[in-house]
């Protein structure tokens, strides 16, 4: 009997949707998914964990991993390529709960509600100083994929100006000015706020270095939602100590958990998340909608086409 592994723990009405949609095939779930002999079977498996790379043995039946988040970093490409095993990922589920985050961290910048949190933790009534608004600022987006179009079009409330890079310069509606890589050192230099949504590639490691952060204004924040390997820390941290720029909001770091020797931990410019802002109630549900999308044109003998990933490009 053909098989199905799902890792992520489902709701019951999930896994009844995906039953309803195969019927004559096992699915696993819950306890059942960490016993390797059912990924030695399995056909598909929906998320990624060490049990399901220690289960690509030879006679192994996997043809198809649906990724249960957009960063697929940690997968195998070079088997997957070898084997023919068809890999999609869960982008687009996080484009809401990742650009409300991002606009939470310029909001607090601007309104310097991120001192007022400090003050408050003394009991300390004190003035932060002049209030700056985001409305009117530029917004540079470094990767606009499904979440950066989605910063761009929360942007528009505010009448900011959104410049945008990303490898194919191709336009984007909600972005007033596009580029392609060439022009990144452009957009840096003409934005208030740089948000980086890049995926970690040969391409993008350590994309925003020394020299990058030398082009931002002294005013602009940077804010990193992406990965944390595509910024030099030492870099930004030495940004962030001499005021080459102005502060910085992170969700995600090169190392995680962010050490406690971090000085990023001290510095009172810094917004530090722990690599949550994708988190939301409604997160399984969309990822759920995505994987049956796929596997409805996969029993019907077709390839998964929402969010294939390119195994030579790794995203």
Known sequence: MRKIVCIPDLQPEQLKRIQETVPDWTVINGDEARDIAHFREAEIVVGWNDLAADSMVPDSRLRWVQAWGAGVEQMPFDAFRRRGILLTNASGVHAYPISETVFAM???????LHLSIYNKADKKWSWTGELDEIHGKALG?????????EIARLARAFGMRVLGV??????????????DVQGLDEVLGASDYVVVTLPITPETEYMIDRSRFGKMKPTAFFINIGRGRTTDTEAL?????????????????????????SPL????????TPHNSGSSVHYGERAVKIFMENLSAYIEGNEPARNRVDLDLQY
């Open 141 to 149: 987006l470094v990767g606009v994929g499904a979440i950066g179009e």
């Open 166 to 179: 990303r490898k194919s310069g191709r336009d984007s509606p909600y972005v007033d000015a596009m580029y």
């Open 265 to 272: 931990w001290e510095l009172p410019n810094v917004i530090v």
């Open 237 to 261: 941290i030495e940004a962030l100590r001499n005021g080459t720029i102005a502060g910085a909001g992170l969700d995600v770091f090169e190392q995680e958990p962010l050490p406690e020797t």
């Open 106 to 112: 310029m909001l607090s910048f601007a309104r310097k």
